[in-house]
């Protein structure tokens, strides 16, 4: 088997297993600073036990984002040594940045969050969940920002040593603010939280389902939804900013995320179909004219160029990259959808009676772990065959002495070991939801109960 698609396969399966959790770990430290920071100001046990209950789950799926991540660092140097000494630079400077300033930032701060509730004040624990929350997105922010600069190179030269070619950084904030790193974090991000609230609602739905921690699941579930509601609509915009850039950056791959094929004519826009890229046609699909054309240039007769204007050997898989953008598409259009819907039922108080609703809303935390994924797929396929845009392509950046048995060996090898951490993560996880919230009804009766005793006496 091909040494080069061994080697992109086996980086896909570990940066899509690792994918996973960081998401999750992002969103819900934004829950855990809402949910914190309504128990200081209104000083309801509810909240407080909220937040040590989701403060578990934050602390597993923290846990397993930096088990499977370190693996990727290995992959580098191994069967990417071409593309690691192409990229070091500016990759050294970004990973360091973010161990700096953010991953020293969220670790420093976690075990306070995780052990210190009473071992610190109210507000020096809030402080610390802020801290945990922002040094998660920072940490997002470096990452996307080393990704960025491979779908934008700037600010850097090429040297050449002994004929071995390197980008060299000439200007850091040039390359940190490539034009692509802050349309690109602020759609992963809010893809995180969204990531976040609609585990949260999850969990949420489940216990009304099954009538348990009924207070406890009402205001968890709001809270969730909000978060949910906000992430979603900001996810529409920064997505539509997203494509703009890729409009005009790397326009090959925006003509194969809607297979337009015409050189330099109006765009379409696709609301599903399926590309038969021989033919140069979208089968069993509908599409609105003229549309694409529209967002890019406000002008509907806009021309934009097309699949045909670029070199067949500079394009991406157009059916495969189609495909994923539009499913990614329709998945955030769903969200919107169920976060209104959702705080409809609650108006109406009718979210606790809508048994399929609440089934709908269990099985809604799968729907932006895929959007998440399928987004991944879309940018980093369909930049292909460029590892880094217009510089190296992917072929290129490959091991020179690794084989194709050494990579089918460790392939295999990972995909046992990560399939057991998923088994555990599962396991883990559903031990923590099925024991609750610490019984957080008992333990508010029972502080009721305190509270009227002390004030007979």
Do not use: C
């Not at 360091?96 to 420093?108: Q, R, T, V, Y």
């Not at 409009?247 to 337009?260: D, I, N, R, V, Y």
């Not at 879309?378 to 190296?392: D, F, I, T």
Request: proline share 3%; glycine share 6%.
């Amino acid at each position: 088997m091909d040494t080069a698609f061994l080697a992109r396969l086996q980086f896909a399966f570990t940066i899509s297993f690792h994918y996973i959790y960081p998401p999750l770990s992002i969103g819900l430290g934004l829950v855990l600073v809402m949910m914190e920071g309504m128990y200081l100001k209104t000083k309801d046990k509810k909240y407080e036990e909220m937040t040590r209950f989701w403060v578990k789950i934050f602390s597993l799926t923290f846990a397993m984002g930096v088990a499977t991540g370190i693996v990727m660092e290995f992959e580098f140097g191994t069967n990417w040594a071409t593309y690691s000494r192409f990229v070091g630079d500016v990759f050294g400077s970004a990973l360091a940045s973010e161990g700096i300033f953010a991953f020293f930032l969220e670790s420093g701060f976690l075990a306070i969050l995780v052990f210190g509730w009473d071992k610190v004040s109210p507000k020096l624990h809030f402080f610390s969940t802020l801290m945990v929350s922002i040094g998660s997105m920072l940490s997002a922010l470096w990452i996307v920002v080393a990704n960025s600069w491979q779908q934008t190179p700037s600010g850097f030269h090429i040297v050449h040593h002994n004929n071995i070619a390197r980008a060299e950084i000439t200007d850091f904030w040039a390359m940190v603010l490539n034009p692509s790193s802050i349309q690109r974090f602020s759609h992963t991000v809010s893809g995180a939280w969204l990531s976040g609230a609609f585990l949260v609602i999850s969990v949420s739905a489940f216990y009304l389902l099954k009538k348990q921690h009924t207070e406890f699941a009402k205001s968890s579930l709001k809270i969730g939804l909000t978060v949910a509601l906000f992430a979603s609509l900001f996810q529409l915009f920064t997505g539509h900013q997203s494509a703009a850039e890729v409009s005009t950056m790397q326009p090959a791959k925006l003509a194969a995320f809607e297979a337009h094929f015409d050189s330099l004519a109006p765009a379409n826009m696709h609301l599903f179909g399926w590309v038969n890229e021989k033919a140069q046609t979208v089968n069993y699909g509908i599409q609105i004219p003229g549309l694409l054309s529209f967002l890019v240039h406000g002008d509907t007769k806009a021309p934009v160029r097309g699949i045909n204007s670029f070199p067949k050997n500079d394009l991406p898989p157009v059916n495969f990259v189609f495909q994923t953008y539009h499913f990614m598409v329709a998945i955030g259009m769903t969200l919107i959808l169920i976060s209104l819907l959702s705080f409809y039922f609650i108006w109406k108080n009718k979210i606790v009676e809508n048994k399929w609703w609440l089934r709908i809303l269990v099985i809604s935390v799968l729907l932006p772990e895929i959007a998440n994924q399928l987004g991944w797929f879309s940018a980093e396929v369909g930049r292909q065959p460029w590892v880094v845009y217009g510089l190296l392509r992917t072929s290129e950046g490959l091991s020179k002495a690794v084989e194709s048995g050494q990579i089918v060996f460790s392939l295999v090898l990972f995909t046992f070991i990560y399939l057991l951490l998923f088994v555990l993560f599962i396991f883990l996880l559903d031990h923590k939801i099925k024991a609750g919230p610490g019984h957080s009804e008992e333990i508010e009766s029972e502080y009721d109960k305190q509270k009227e005793l002390f004030a007979k006496h």
